[in-house]
């Protein structure tokens, strides 16, 4: 028999997000590889799932599990991938096993489901004729602000996940190196304190100052400045990030980038503009 690997969604918050047929794929299934078995274990209790086989697959076993799982594959069996909450592989374990399944033939059948980057997206009233997933922020703050930078005249929707300790750093952060854009913070997405935050960076920083959050949290940032075209104006935006603390050869690299000004020429001028103050 031909061994299939499914990559099954489950819910990130309410349970009567899972899937009908998540429902049967995991009943089927000859072996359930799962981030956290003891969570996945009550998921299975409350779908009245019973004596299926489970196994850890996280993030610091992936690849020894990843060979295990293989092996199982070639046997036959029909293995589900199984994360906490959301959809395997989006920035969750799983990457290594879809890609050494696929290498070696071996059927990768997608059961899709929740996703809190979609989830977030539809609710956002953000533009999302396209849109590009980002990931967690870094935890410093330097390589946080420079992640940022990369952002600096790139119109766009941009997603992120971030911890709810740091939110209040980074839409700190996303205001003094993006400037005030238009953002949408979603957290506890389908779970019974769910929260929506729309609006400009700085009126959510005043909103959120000072309180104690909890839960996951998605960011969405929107970019529509556009990059600047002349001299006059990558010099400007030069000096307004050095003035926050940027170094002048990050701001220098990202806006000539972004600018079509050759960089060194622009380094030139941004450090004759920083002697004459």
Known sequence: MEGRLYIVATPIGNLDDITLRAIEVLKASDLIAAEDTRRTGKLLSMLGIKKT????????????????LIAKLKEGLAVSLVTDAGTPAISDPGFRVVKMAAEEGIKVVPIPGVSAVTAALSVSALPTDEFTFKGFLPSAKVQRRKELLTLLGRKGTYVFYESPGRLEKTLSDIEDVLGDVRIFVAREITKLNEEFLRGKVSELRGRLSGIKLKGEITLIIRIEEPPPKSMEEALVLVRELTDKGISVNDAVKVIAKESKIKKSELYIEAIKLKDKH
């Open 53 to 68: 086989k489970m196994i850890s697959c996280f993030e610091h076993n992936e690849i020894k599990r990843a060979g295990e």
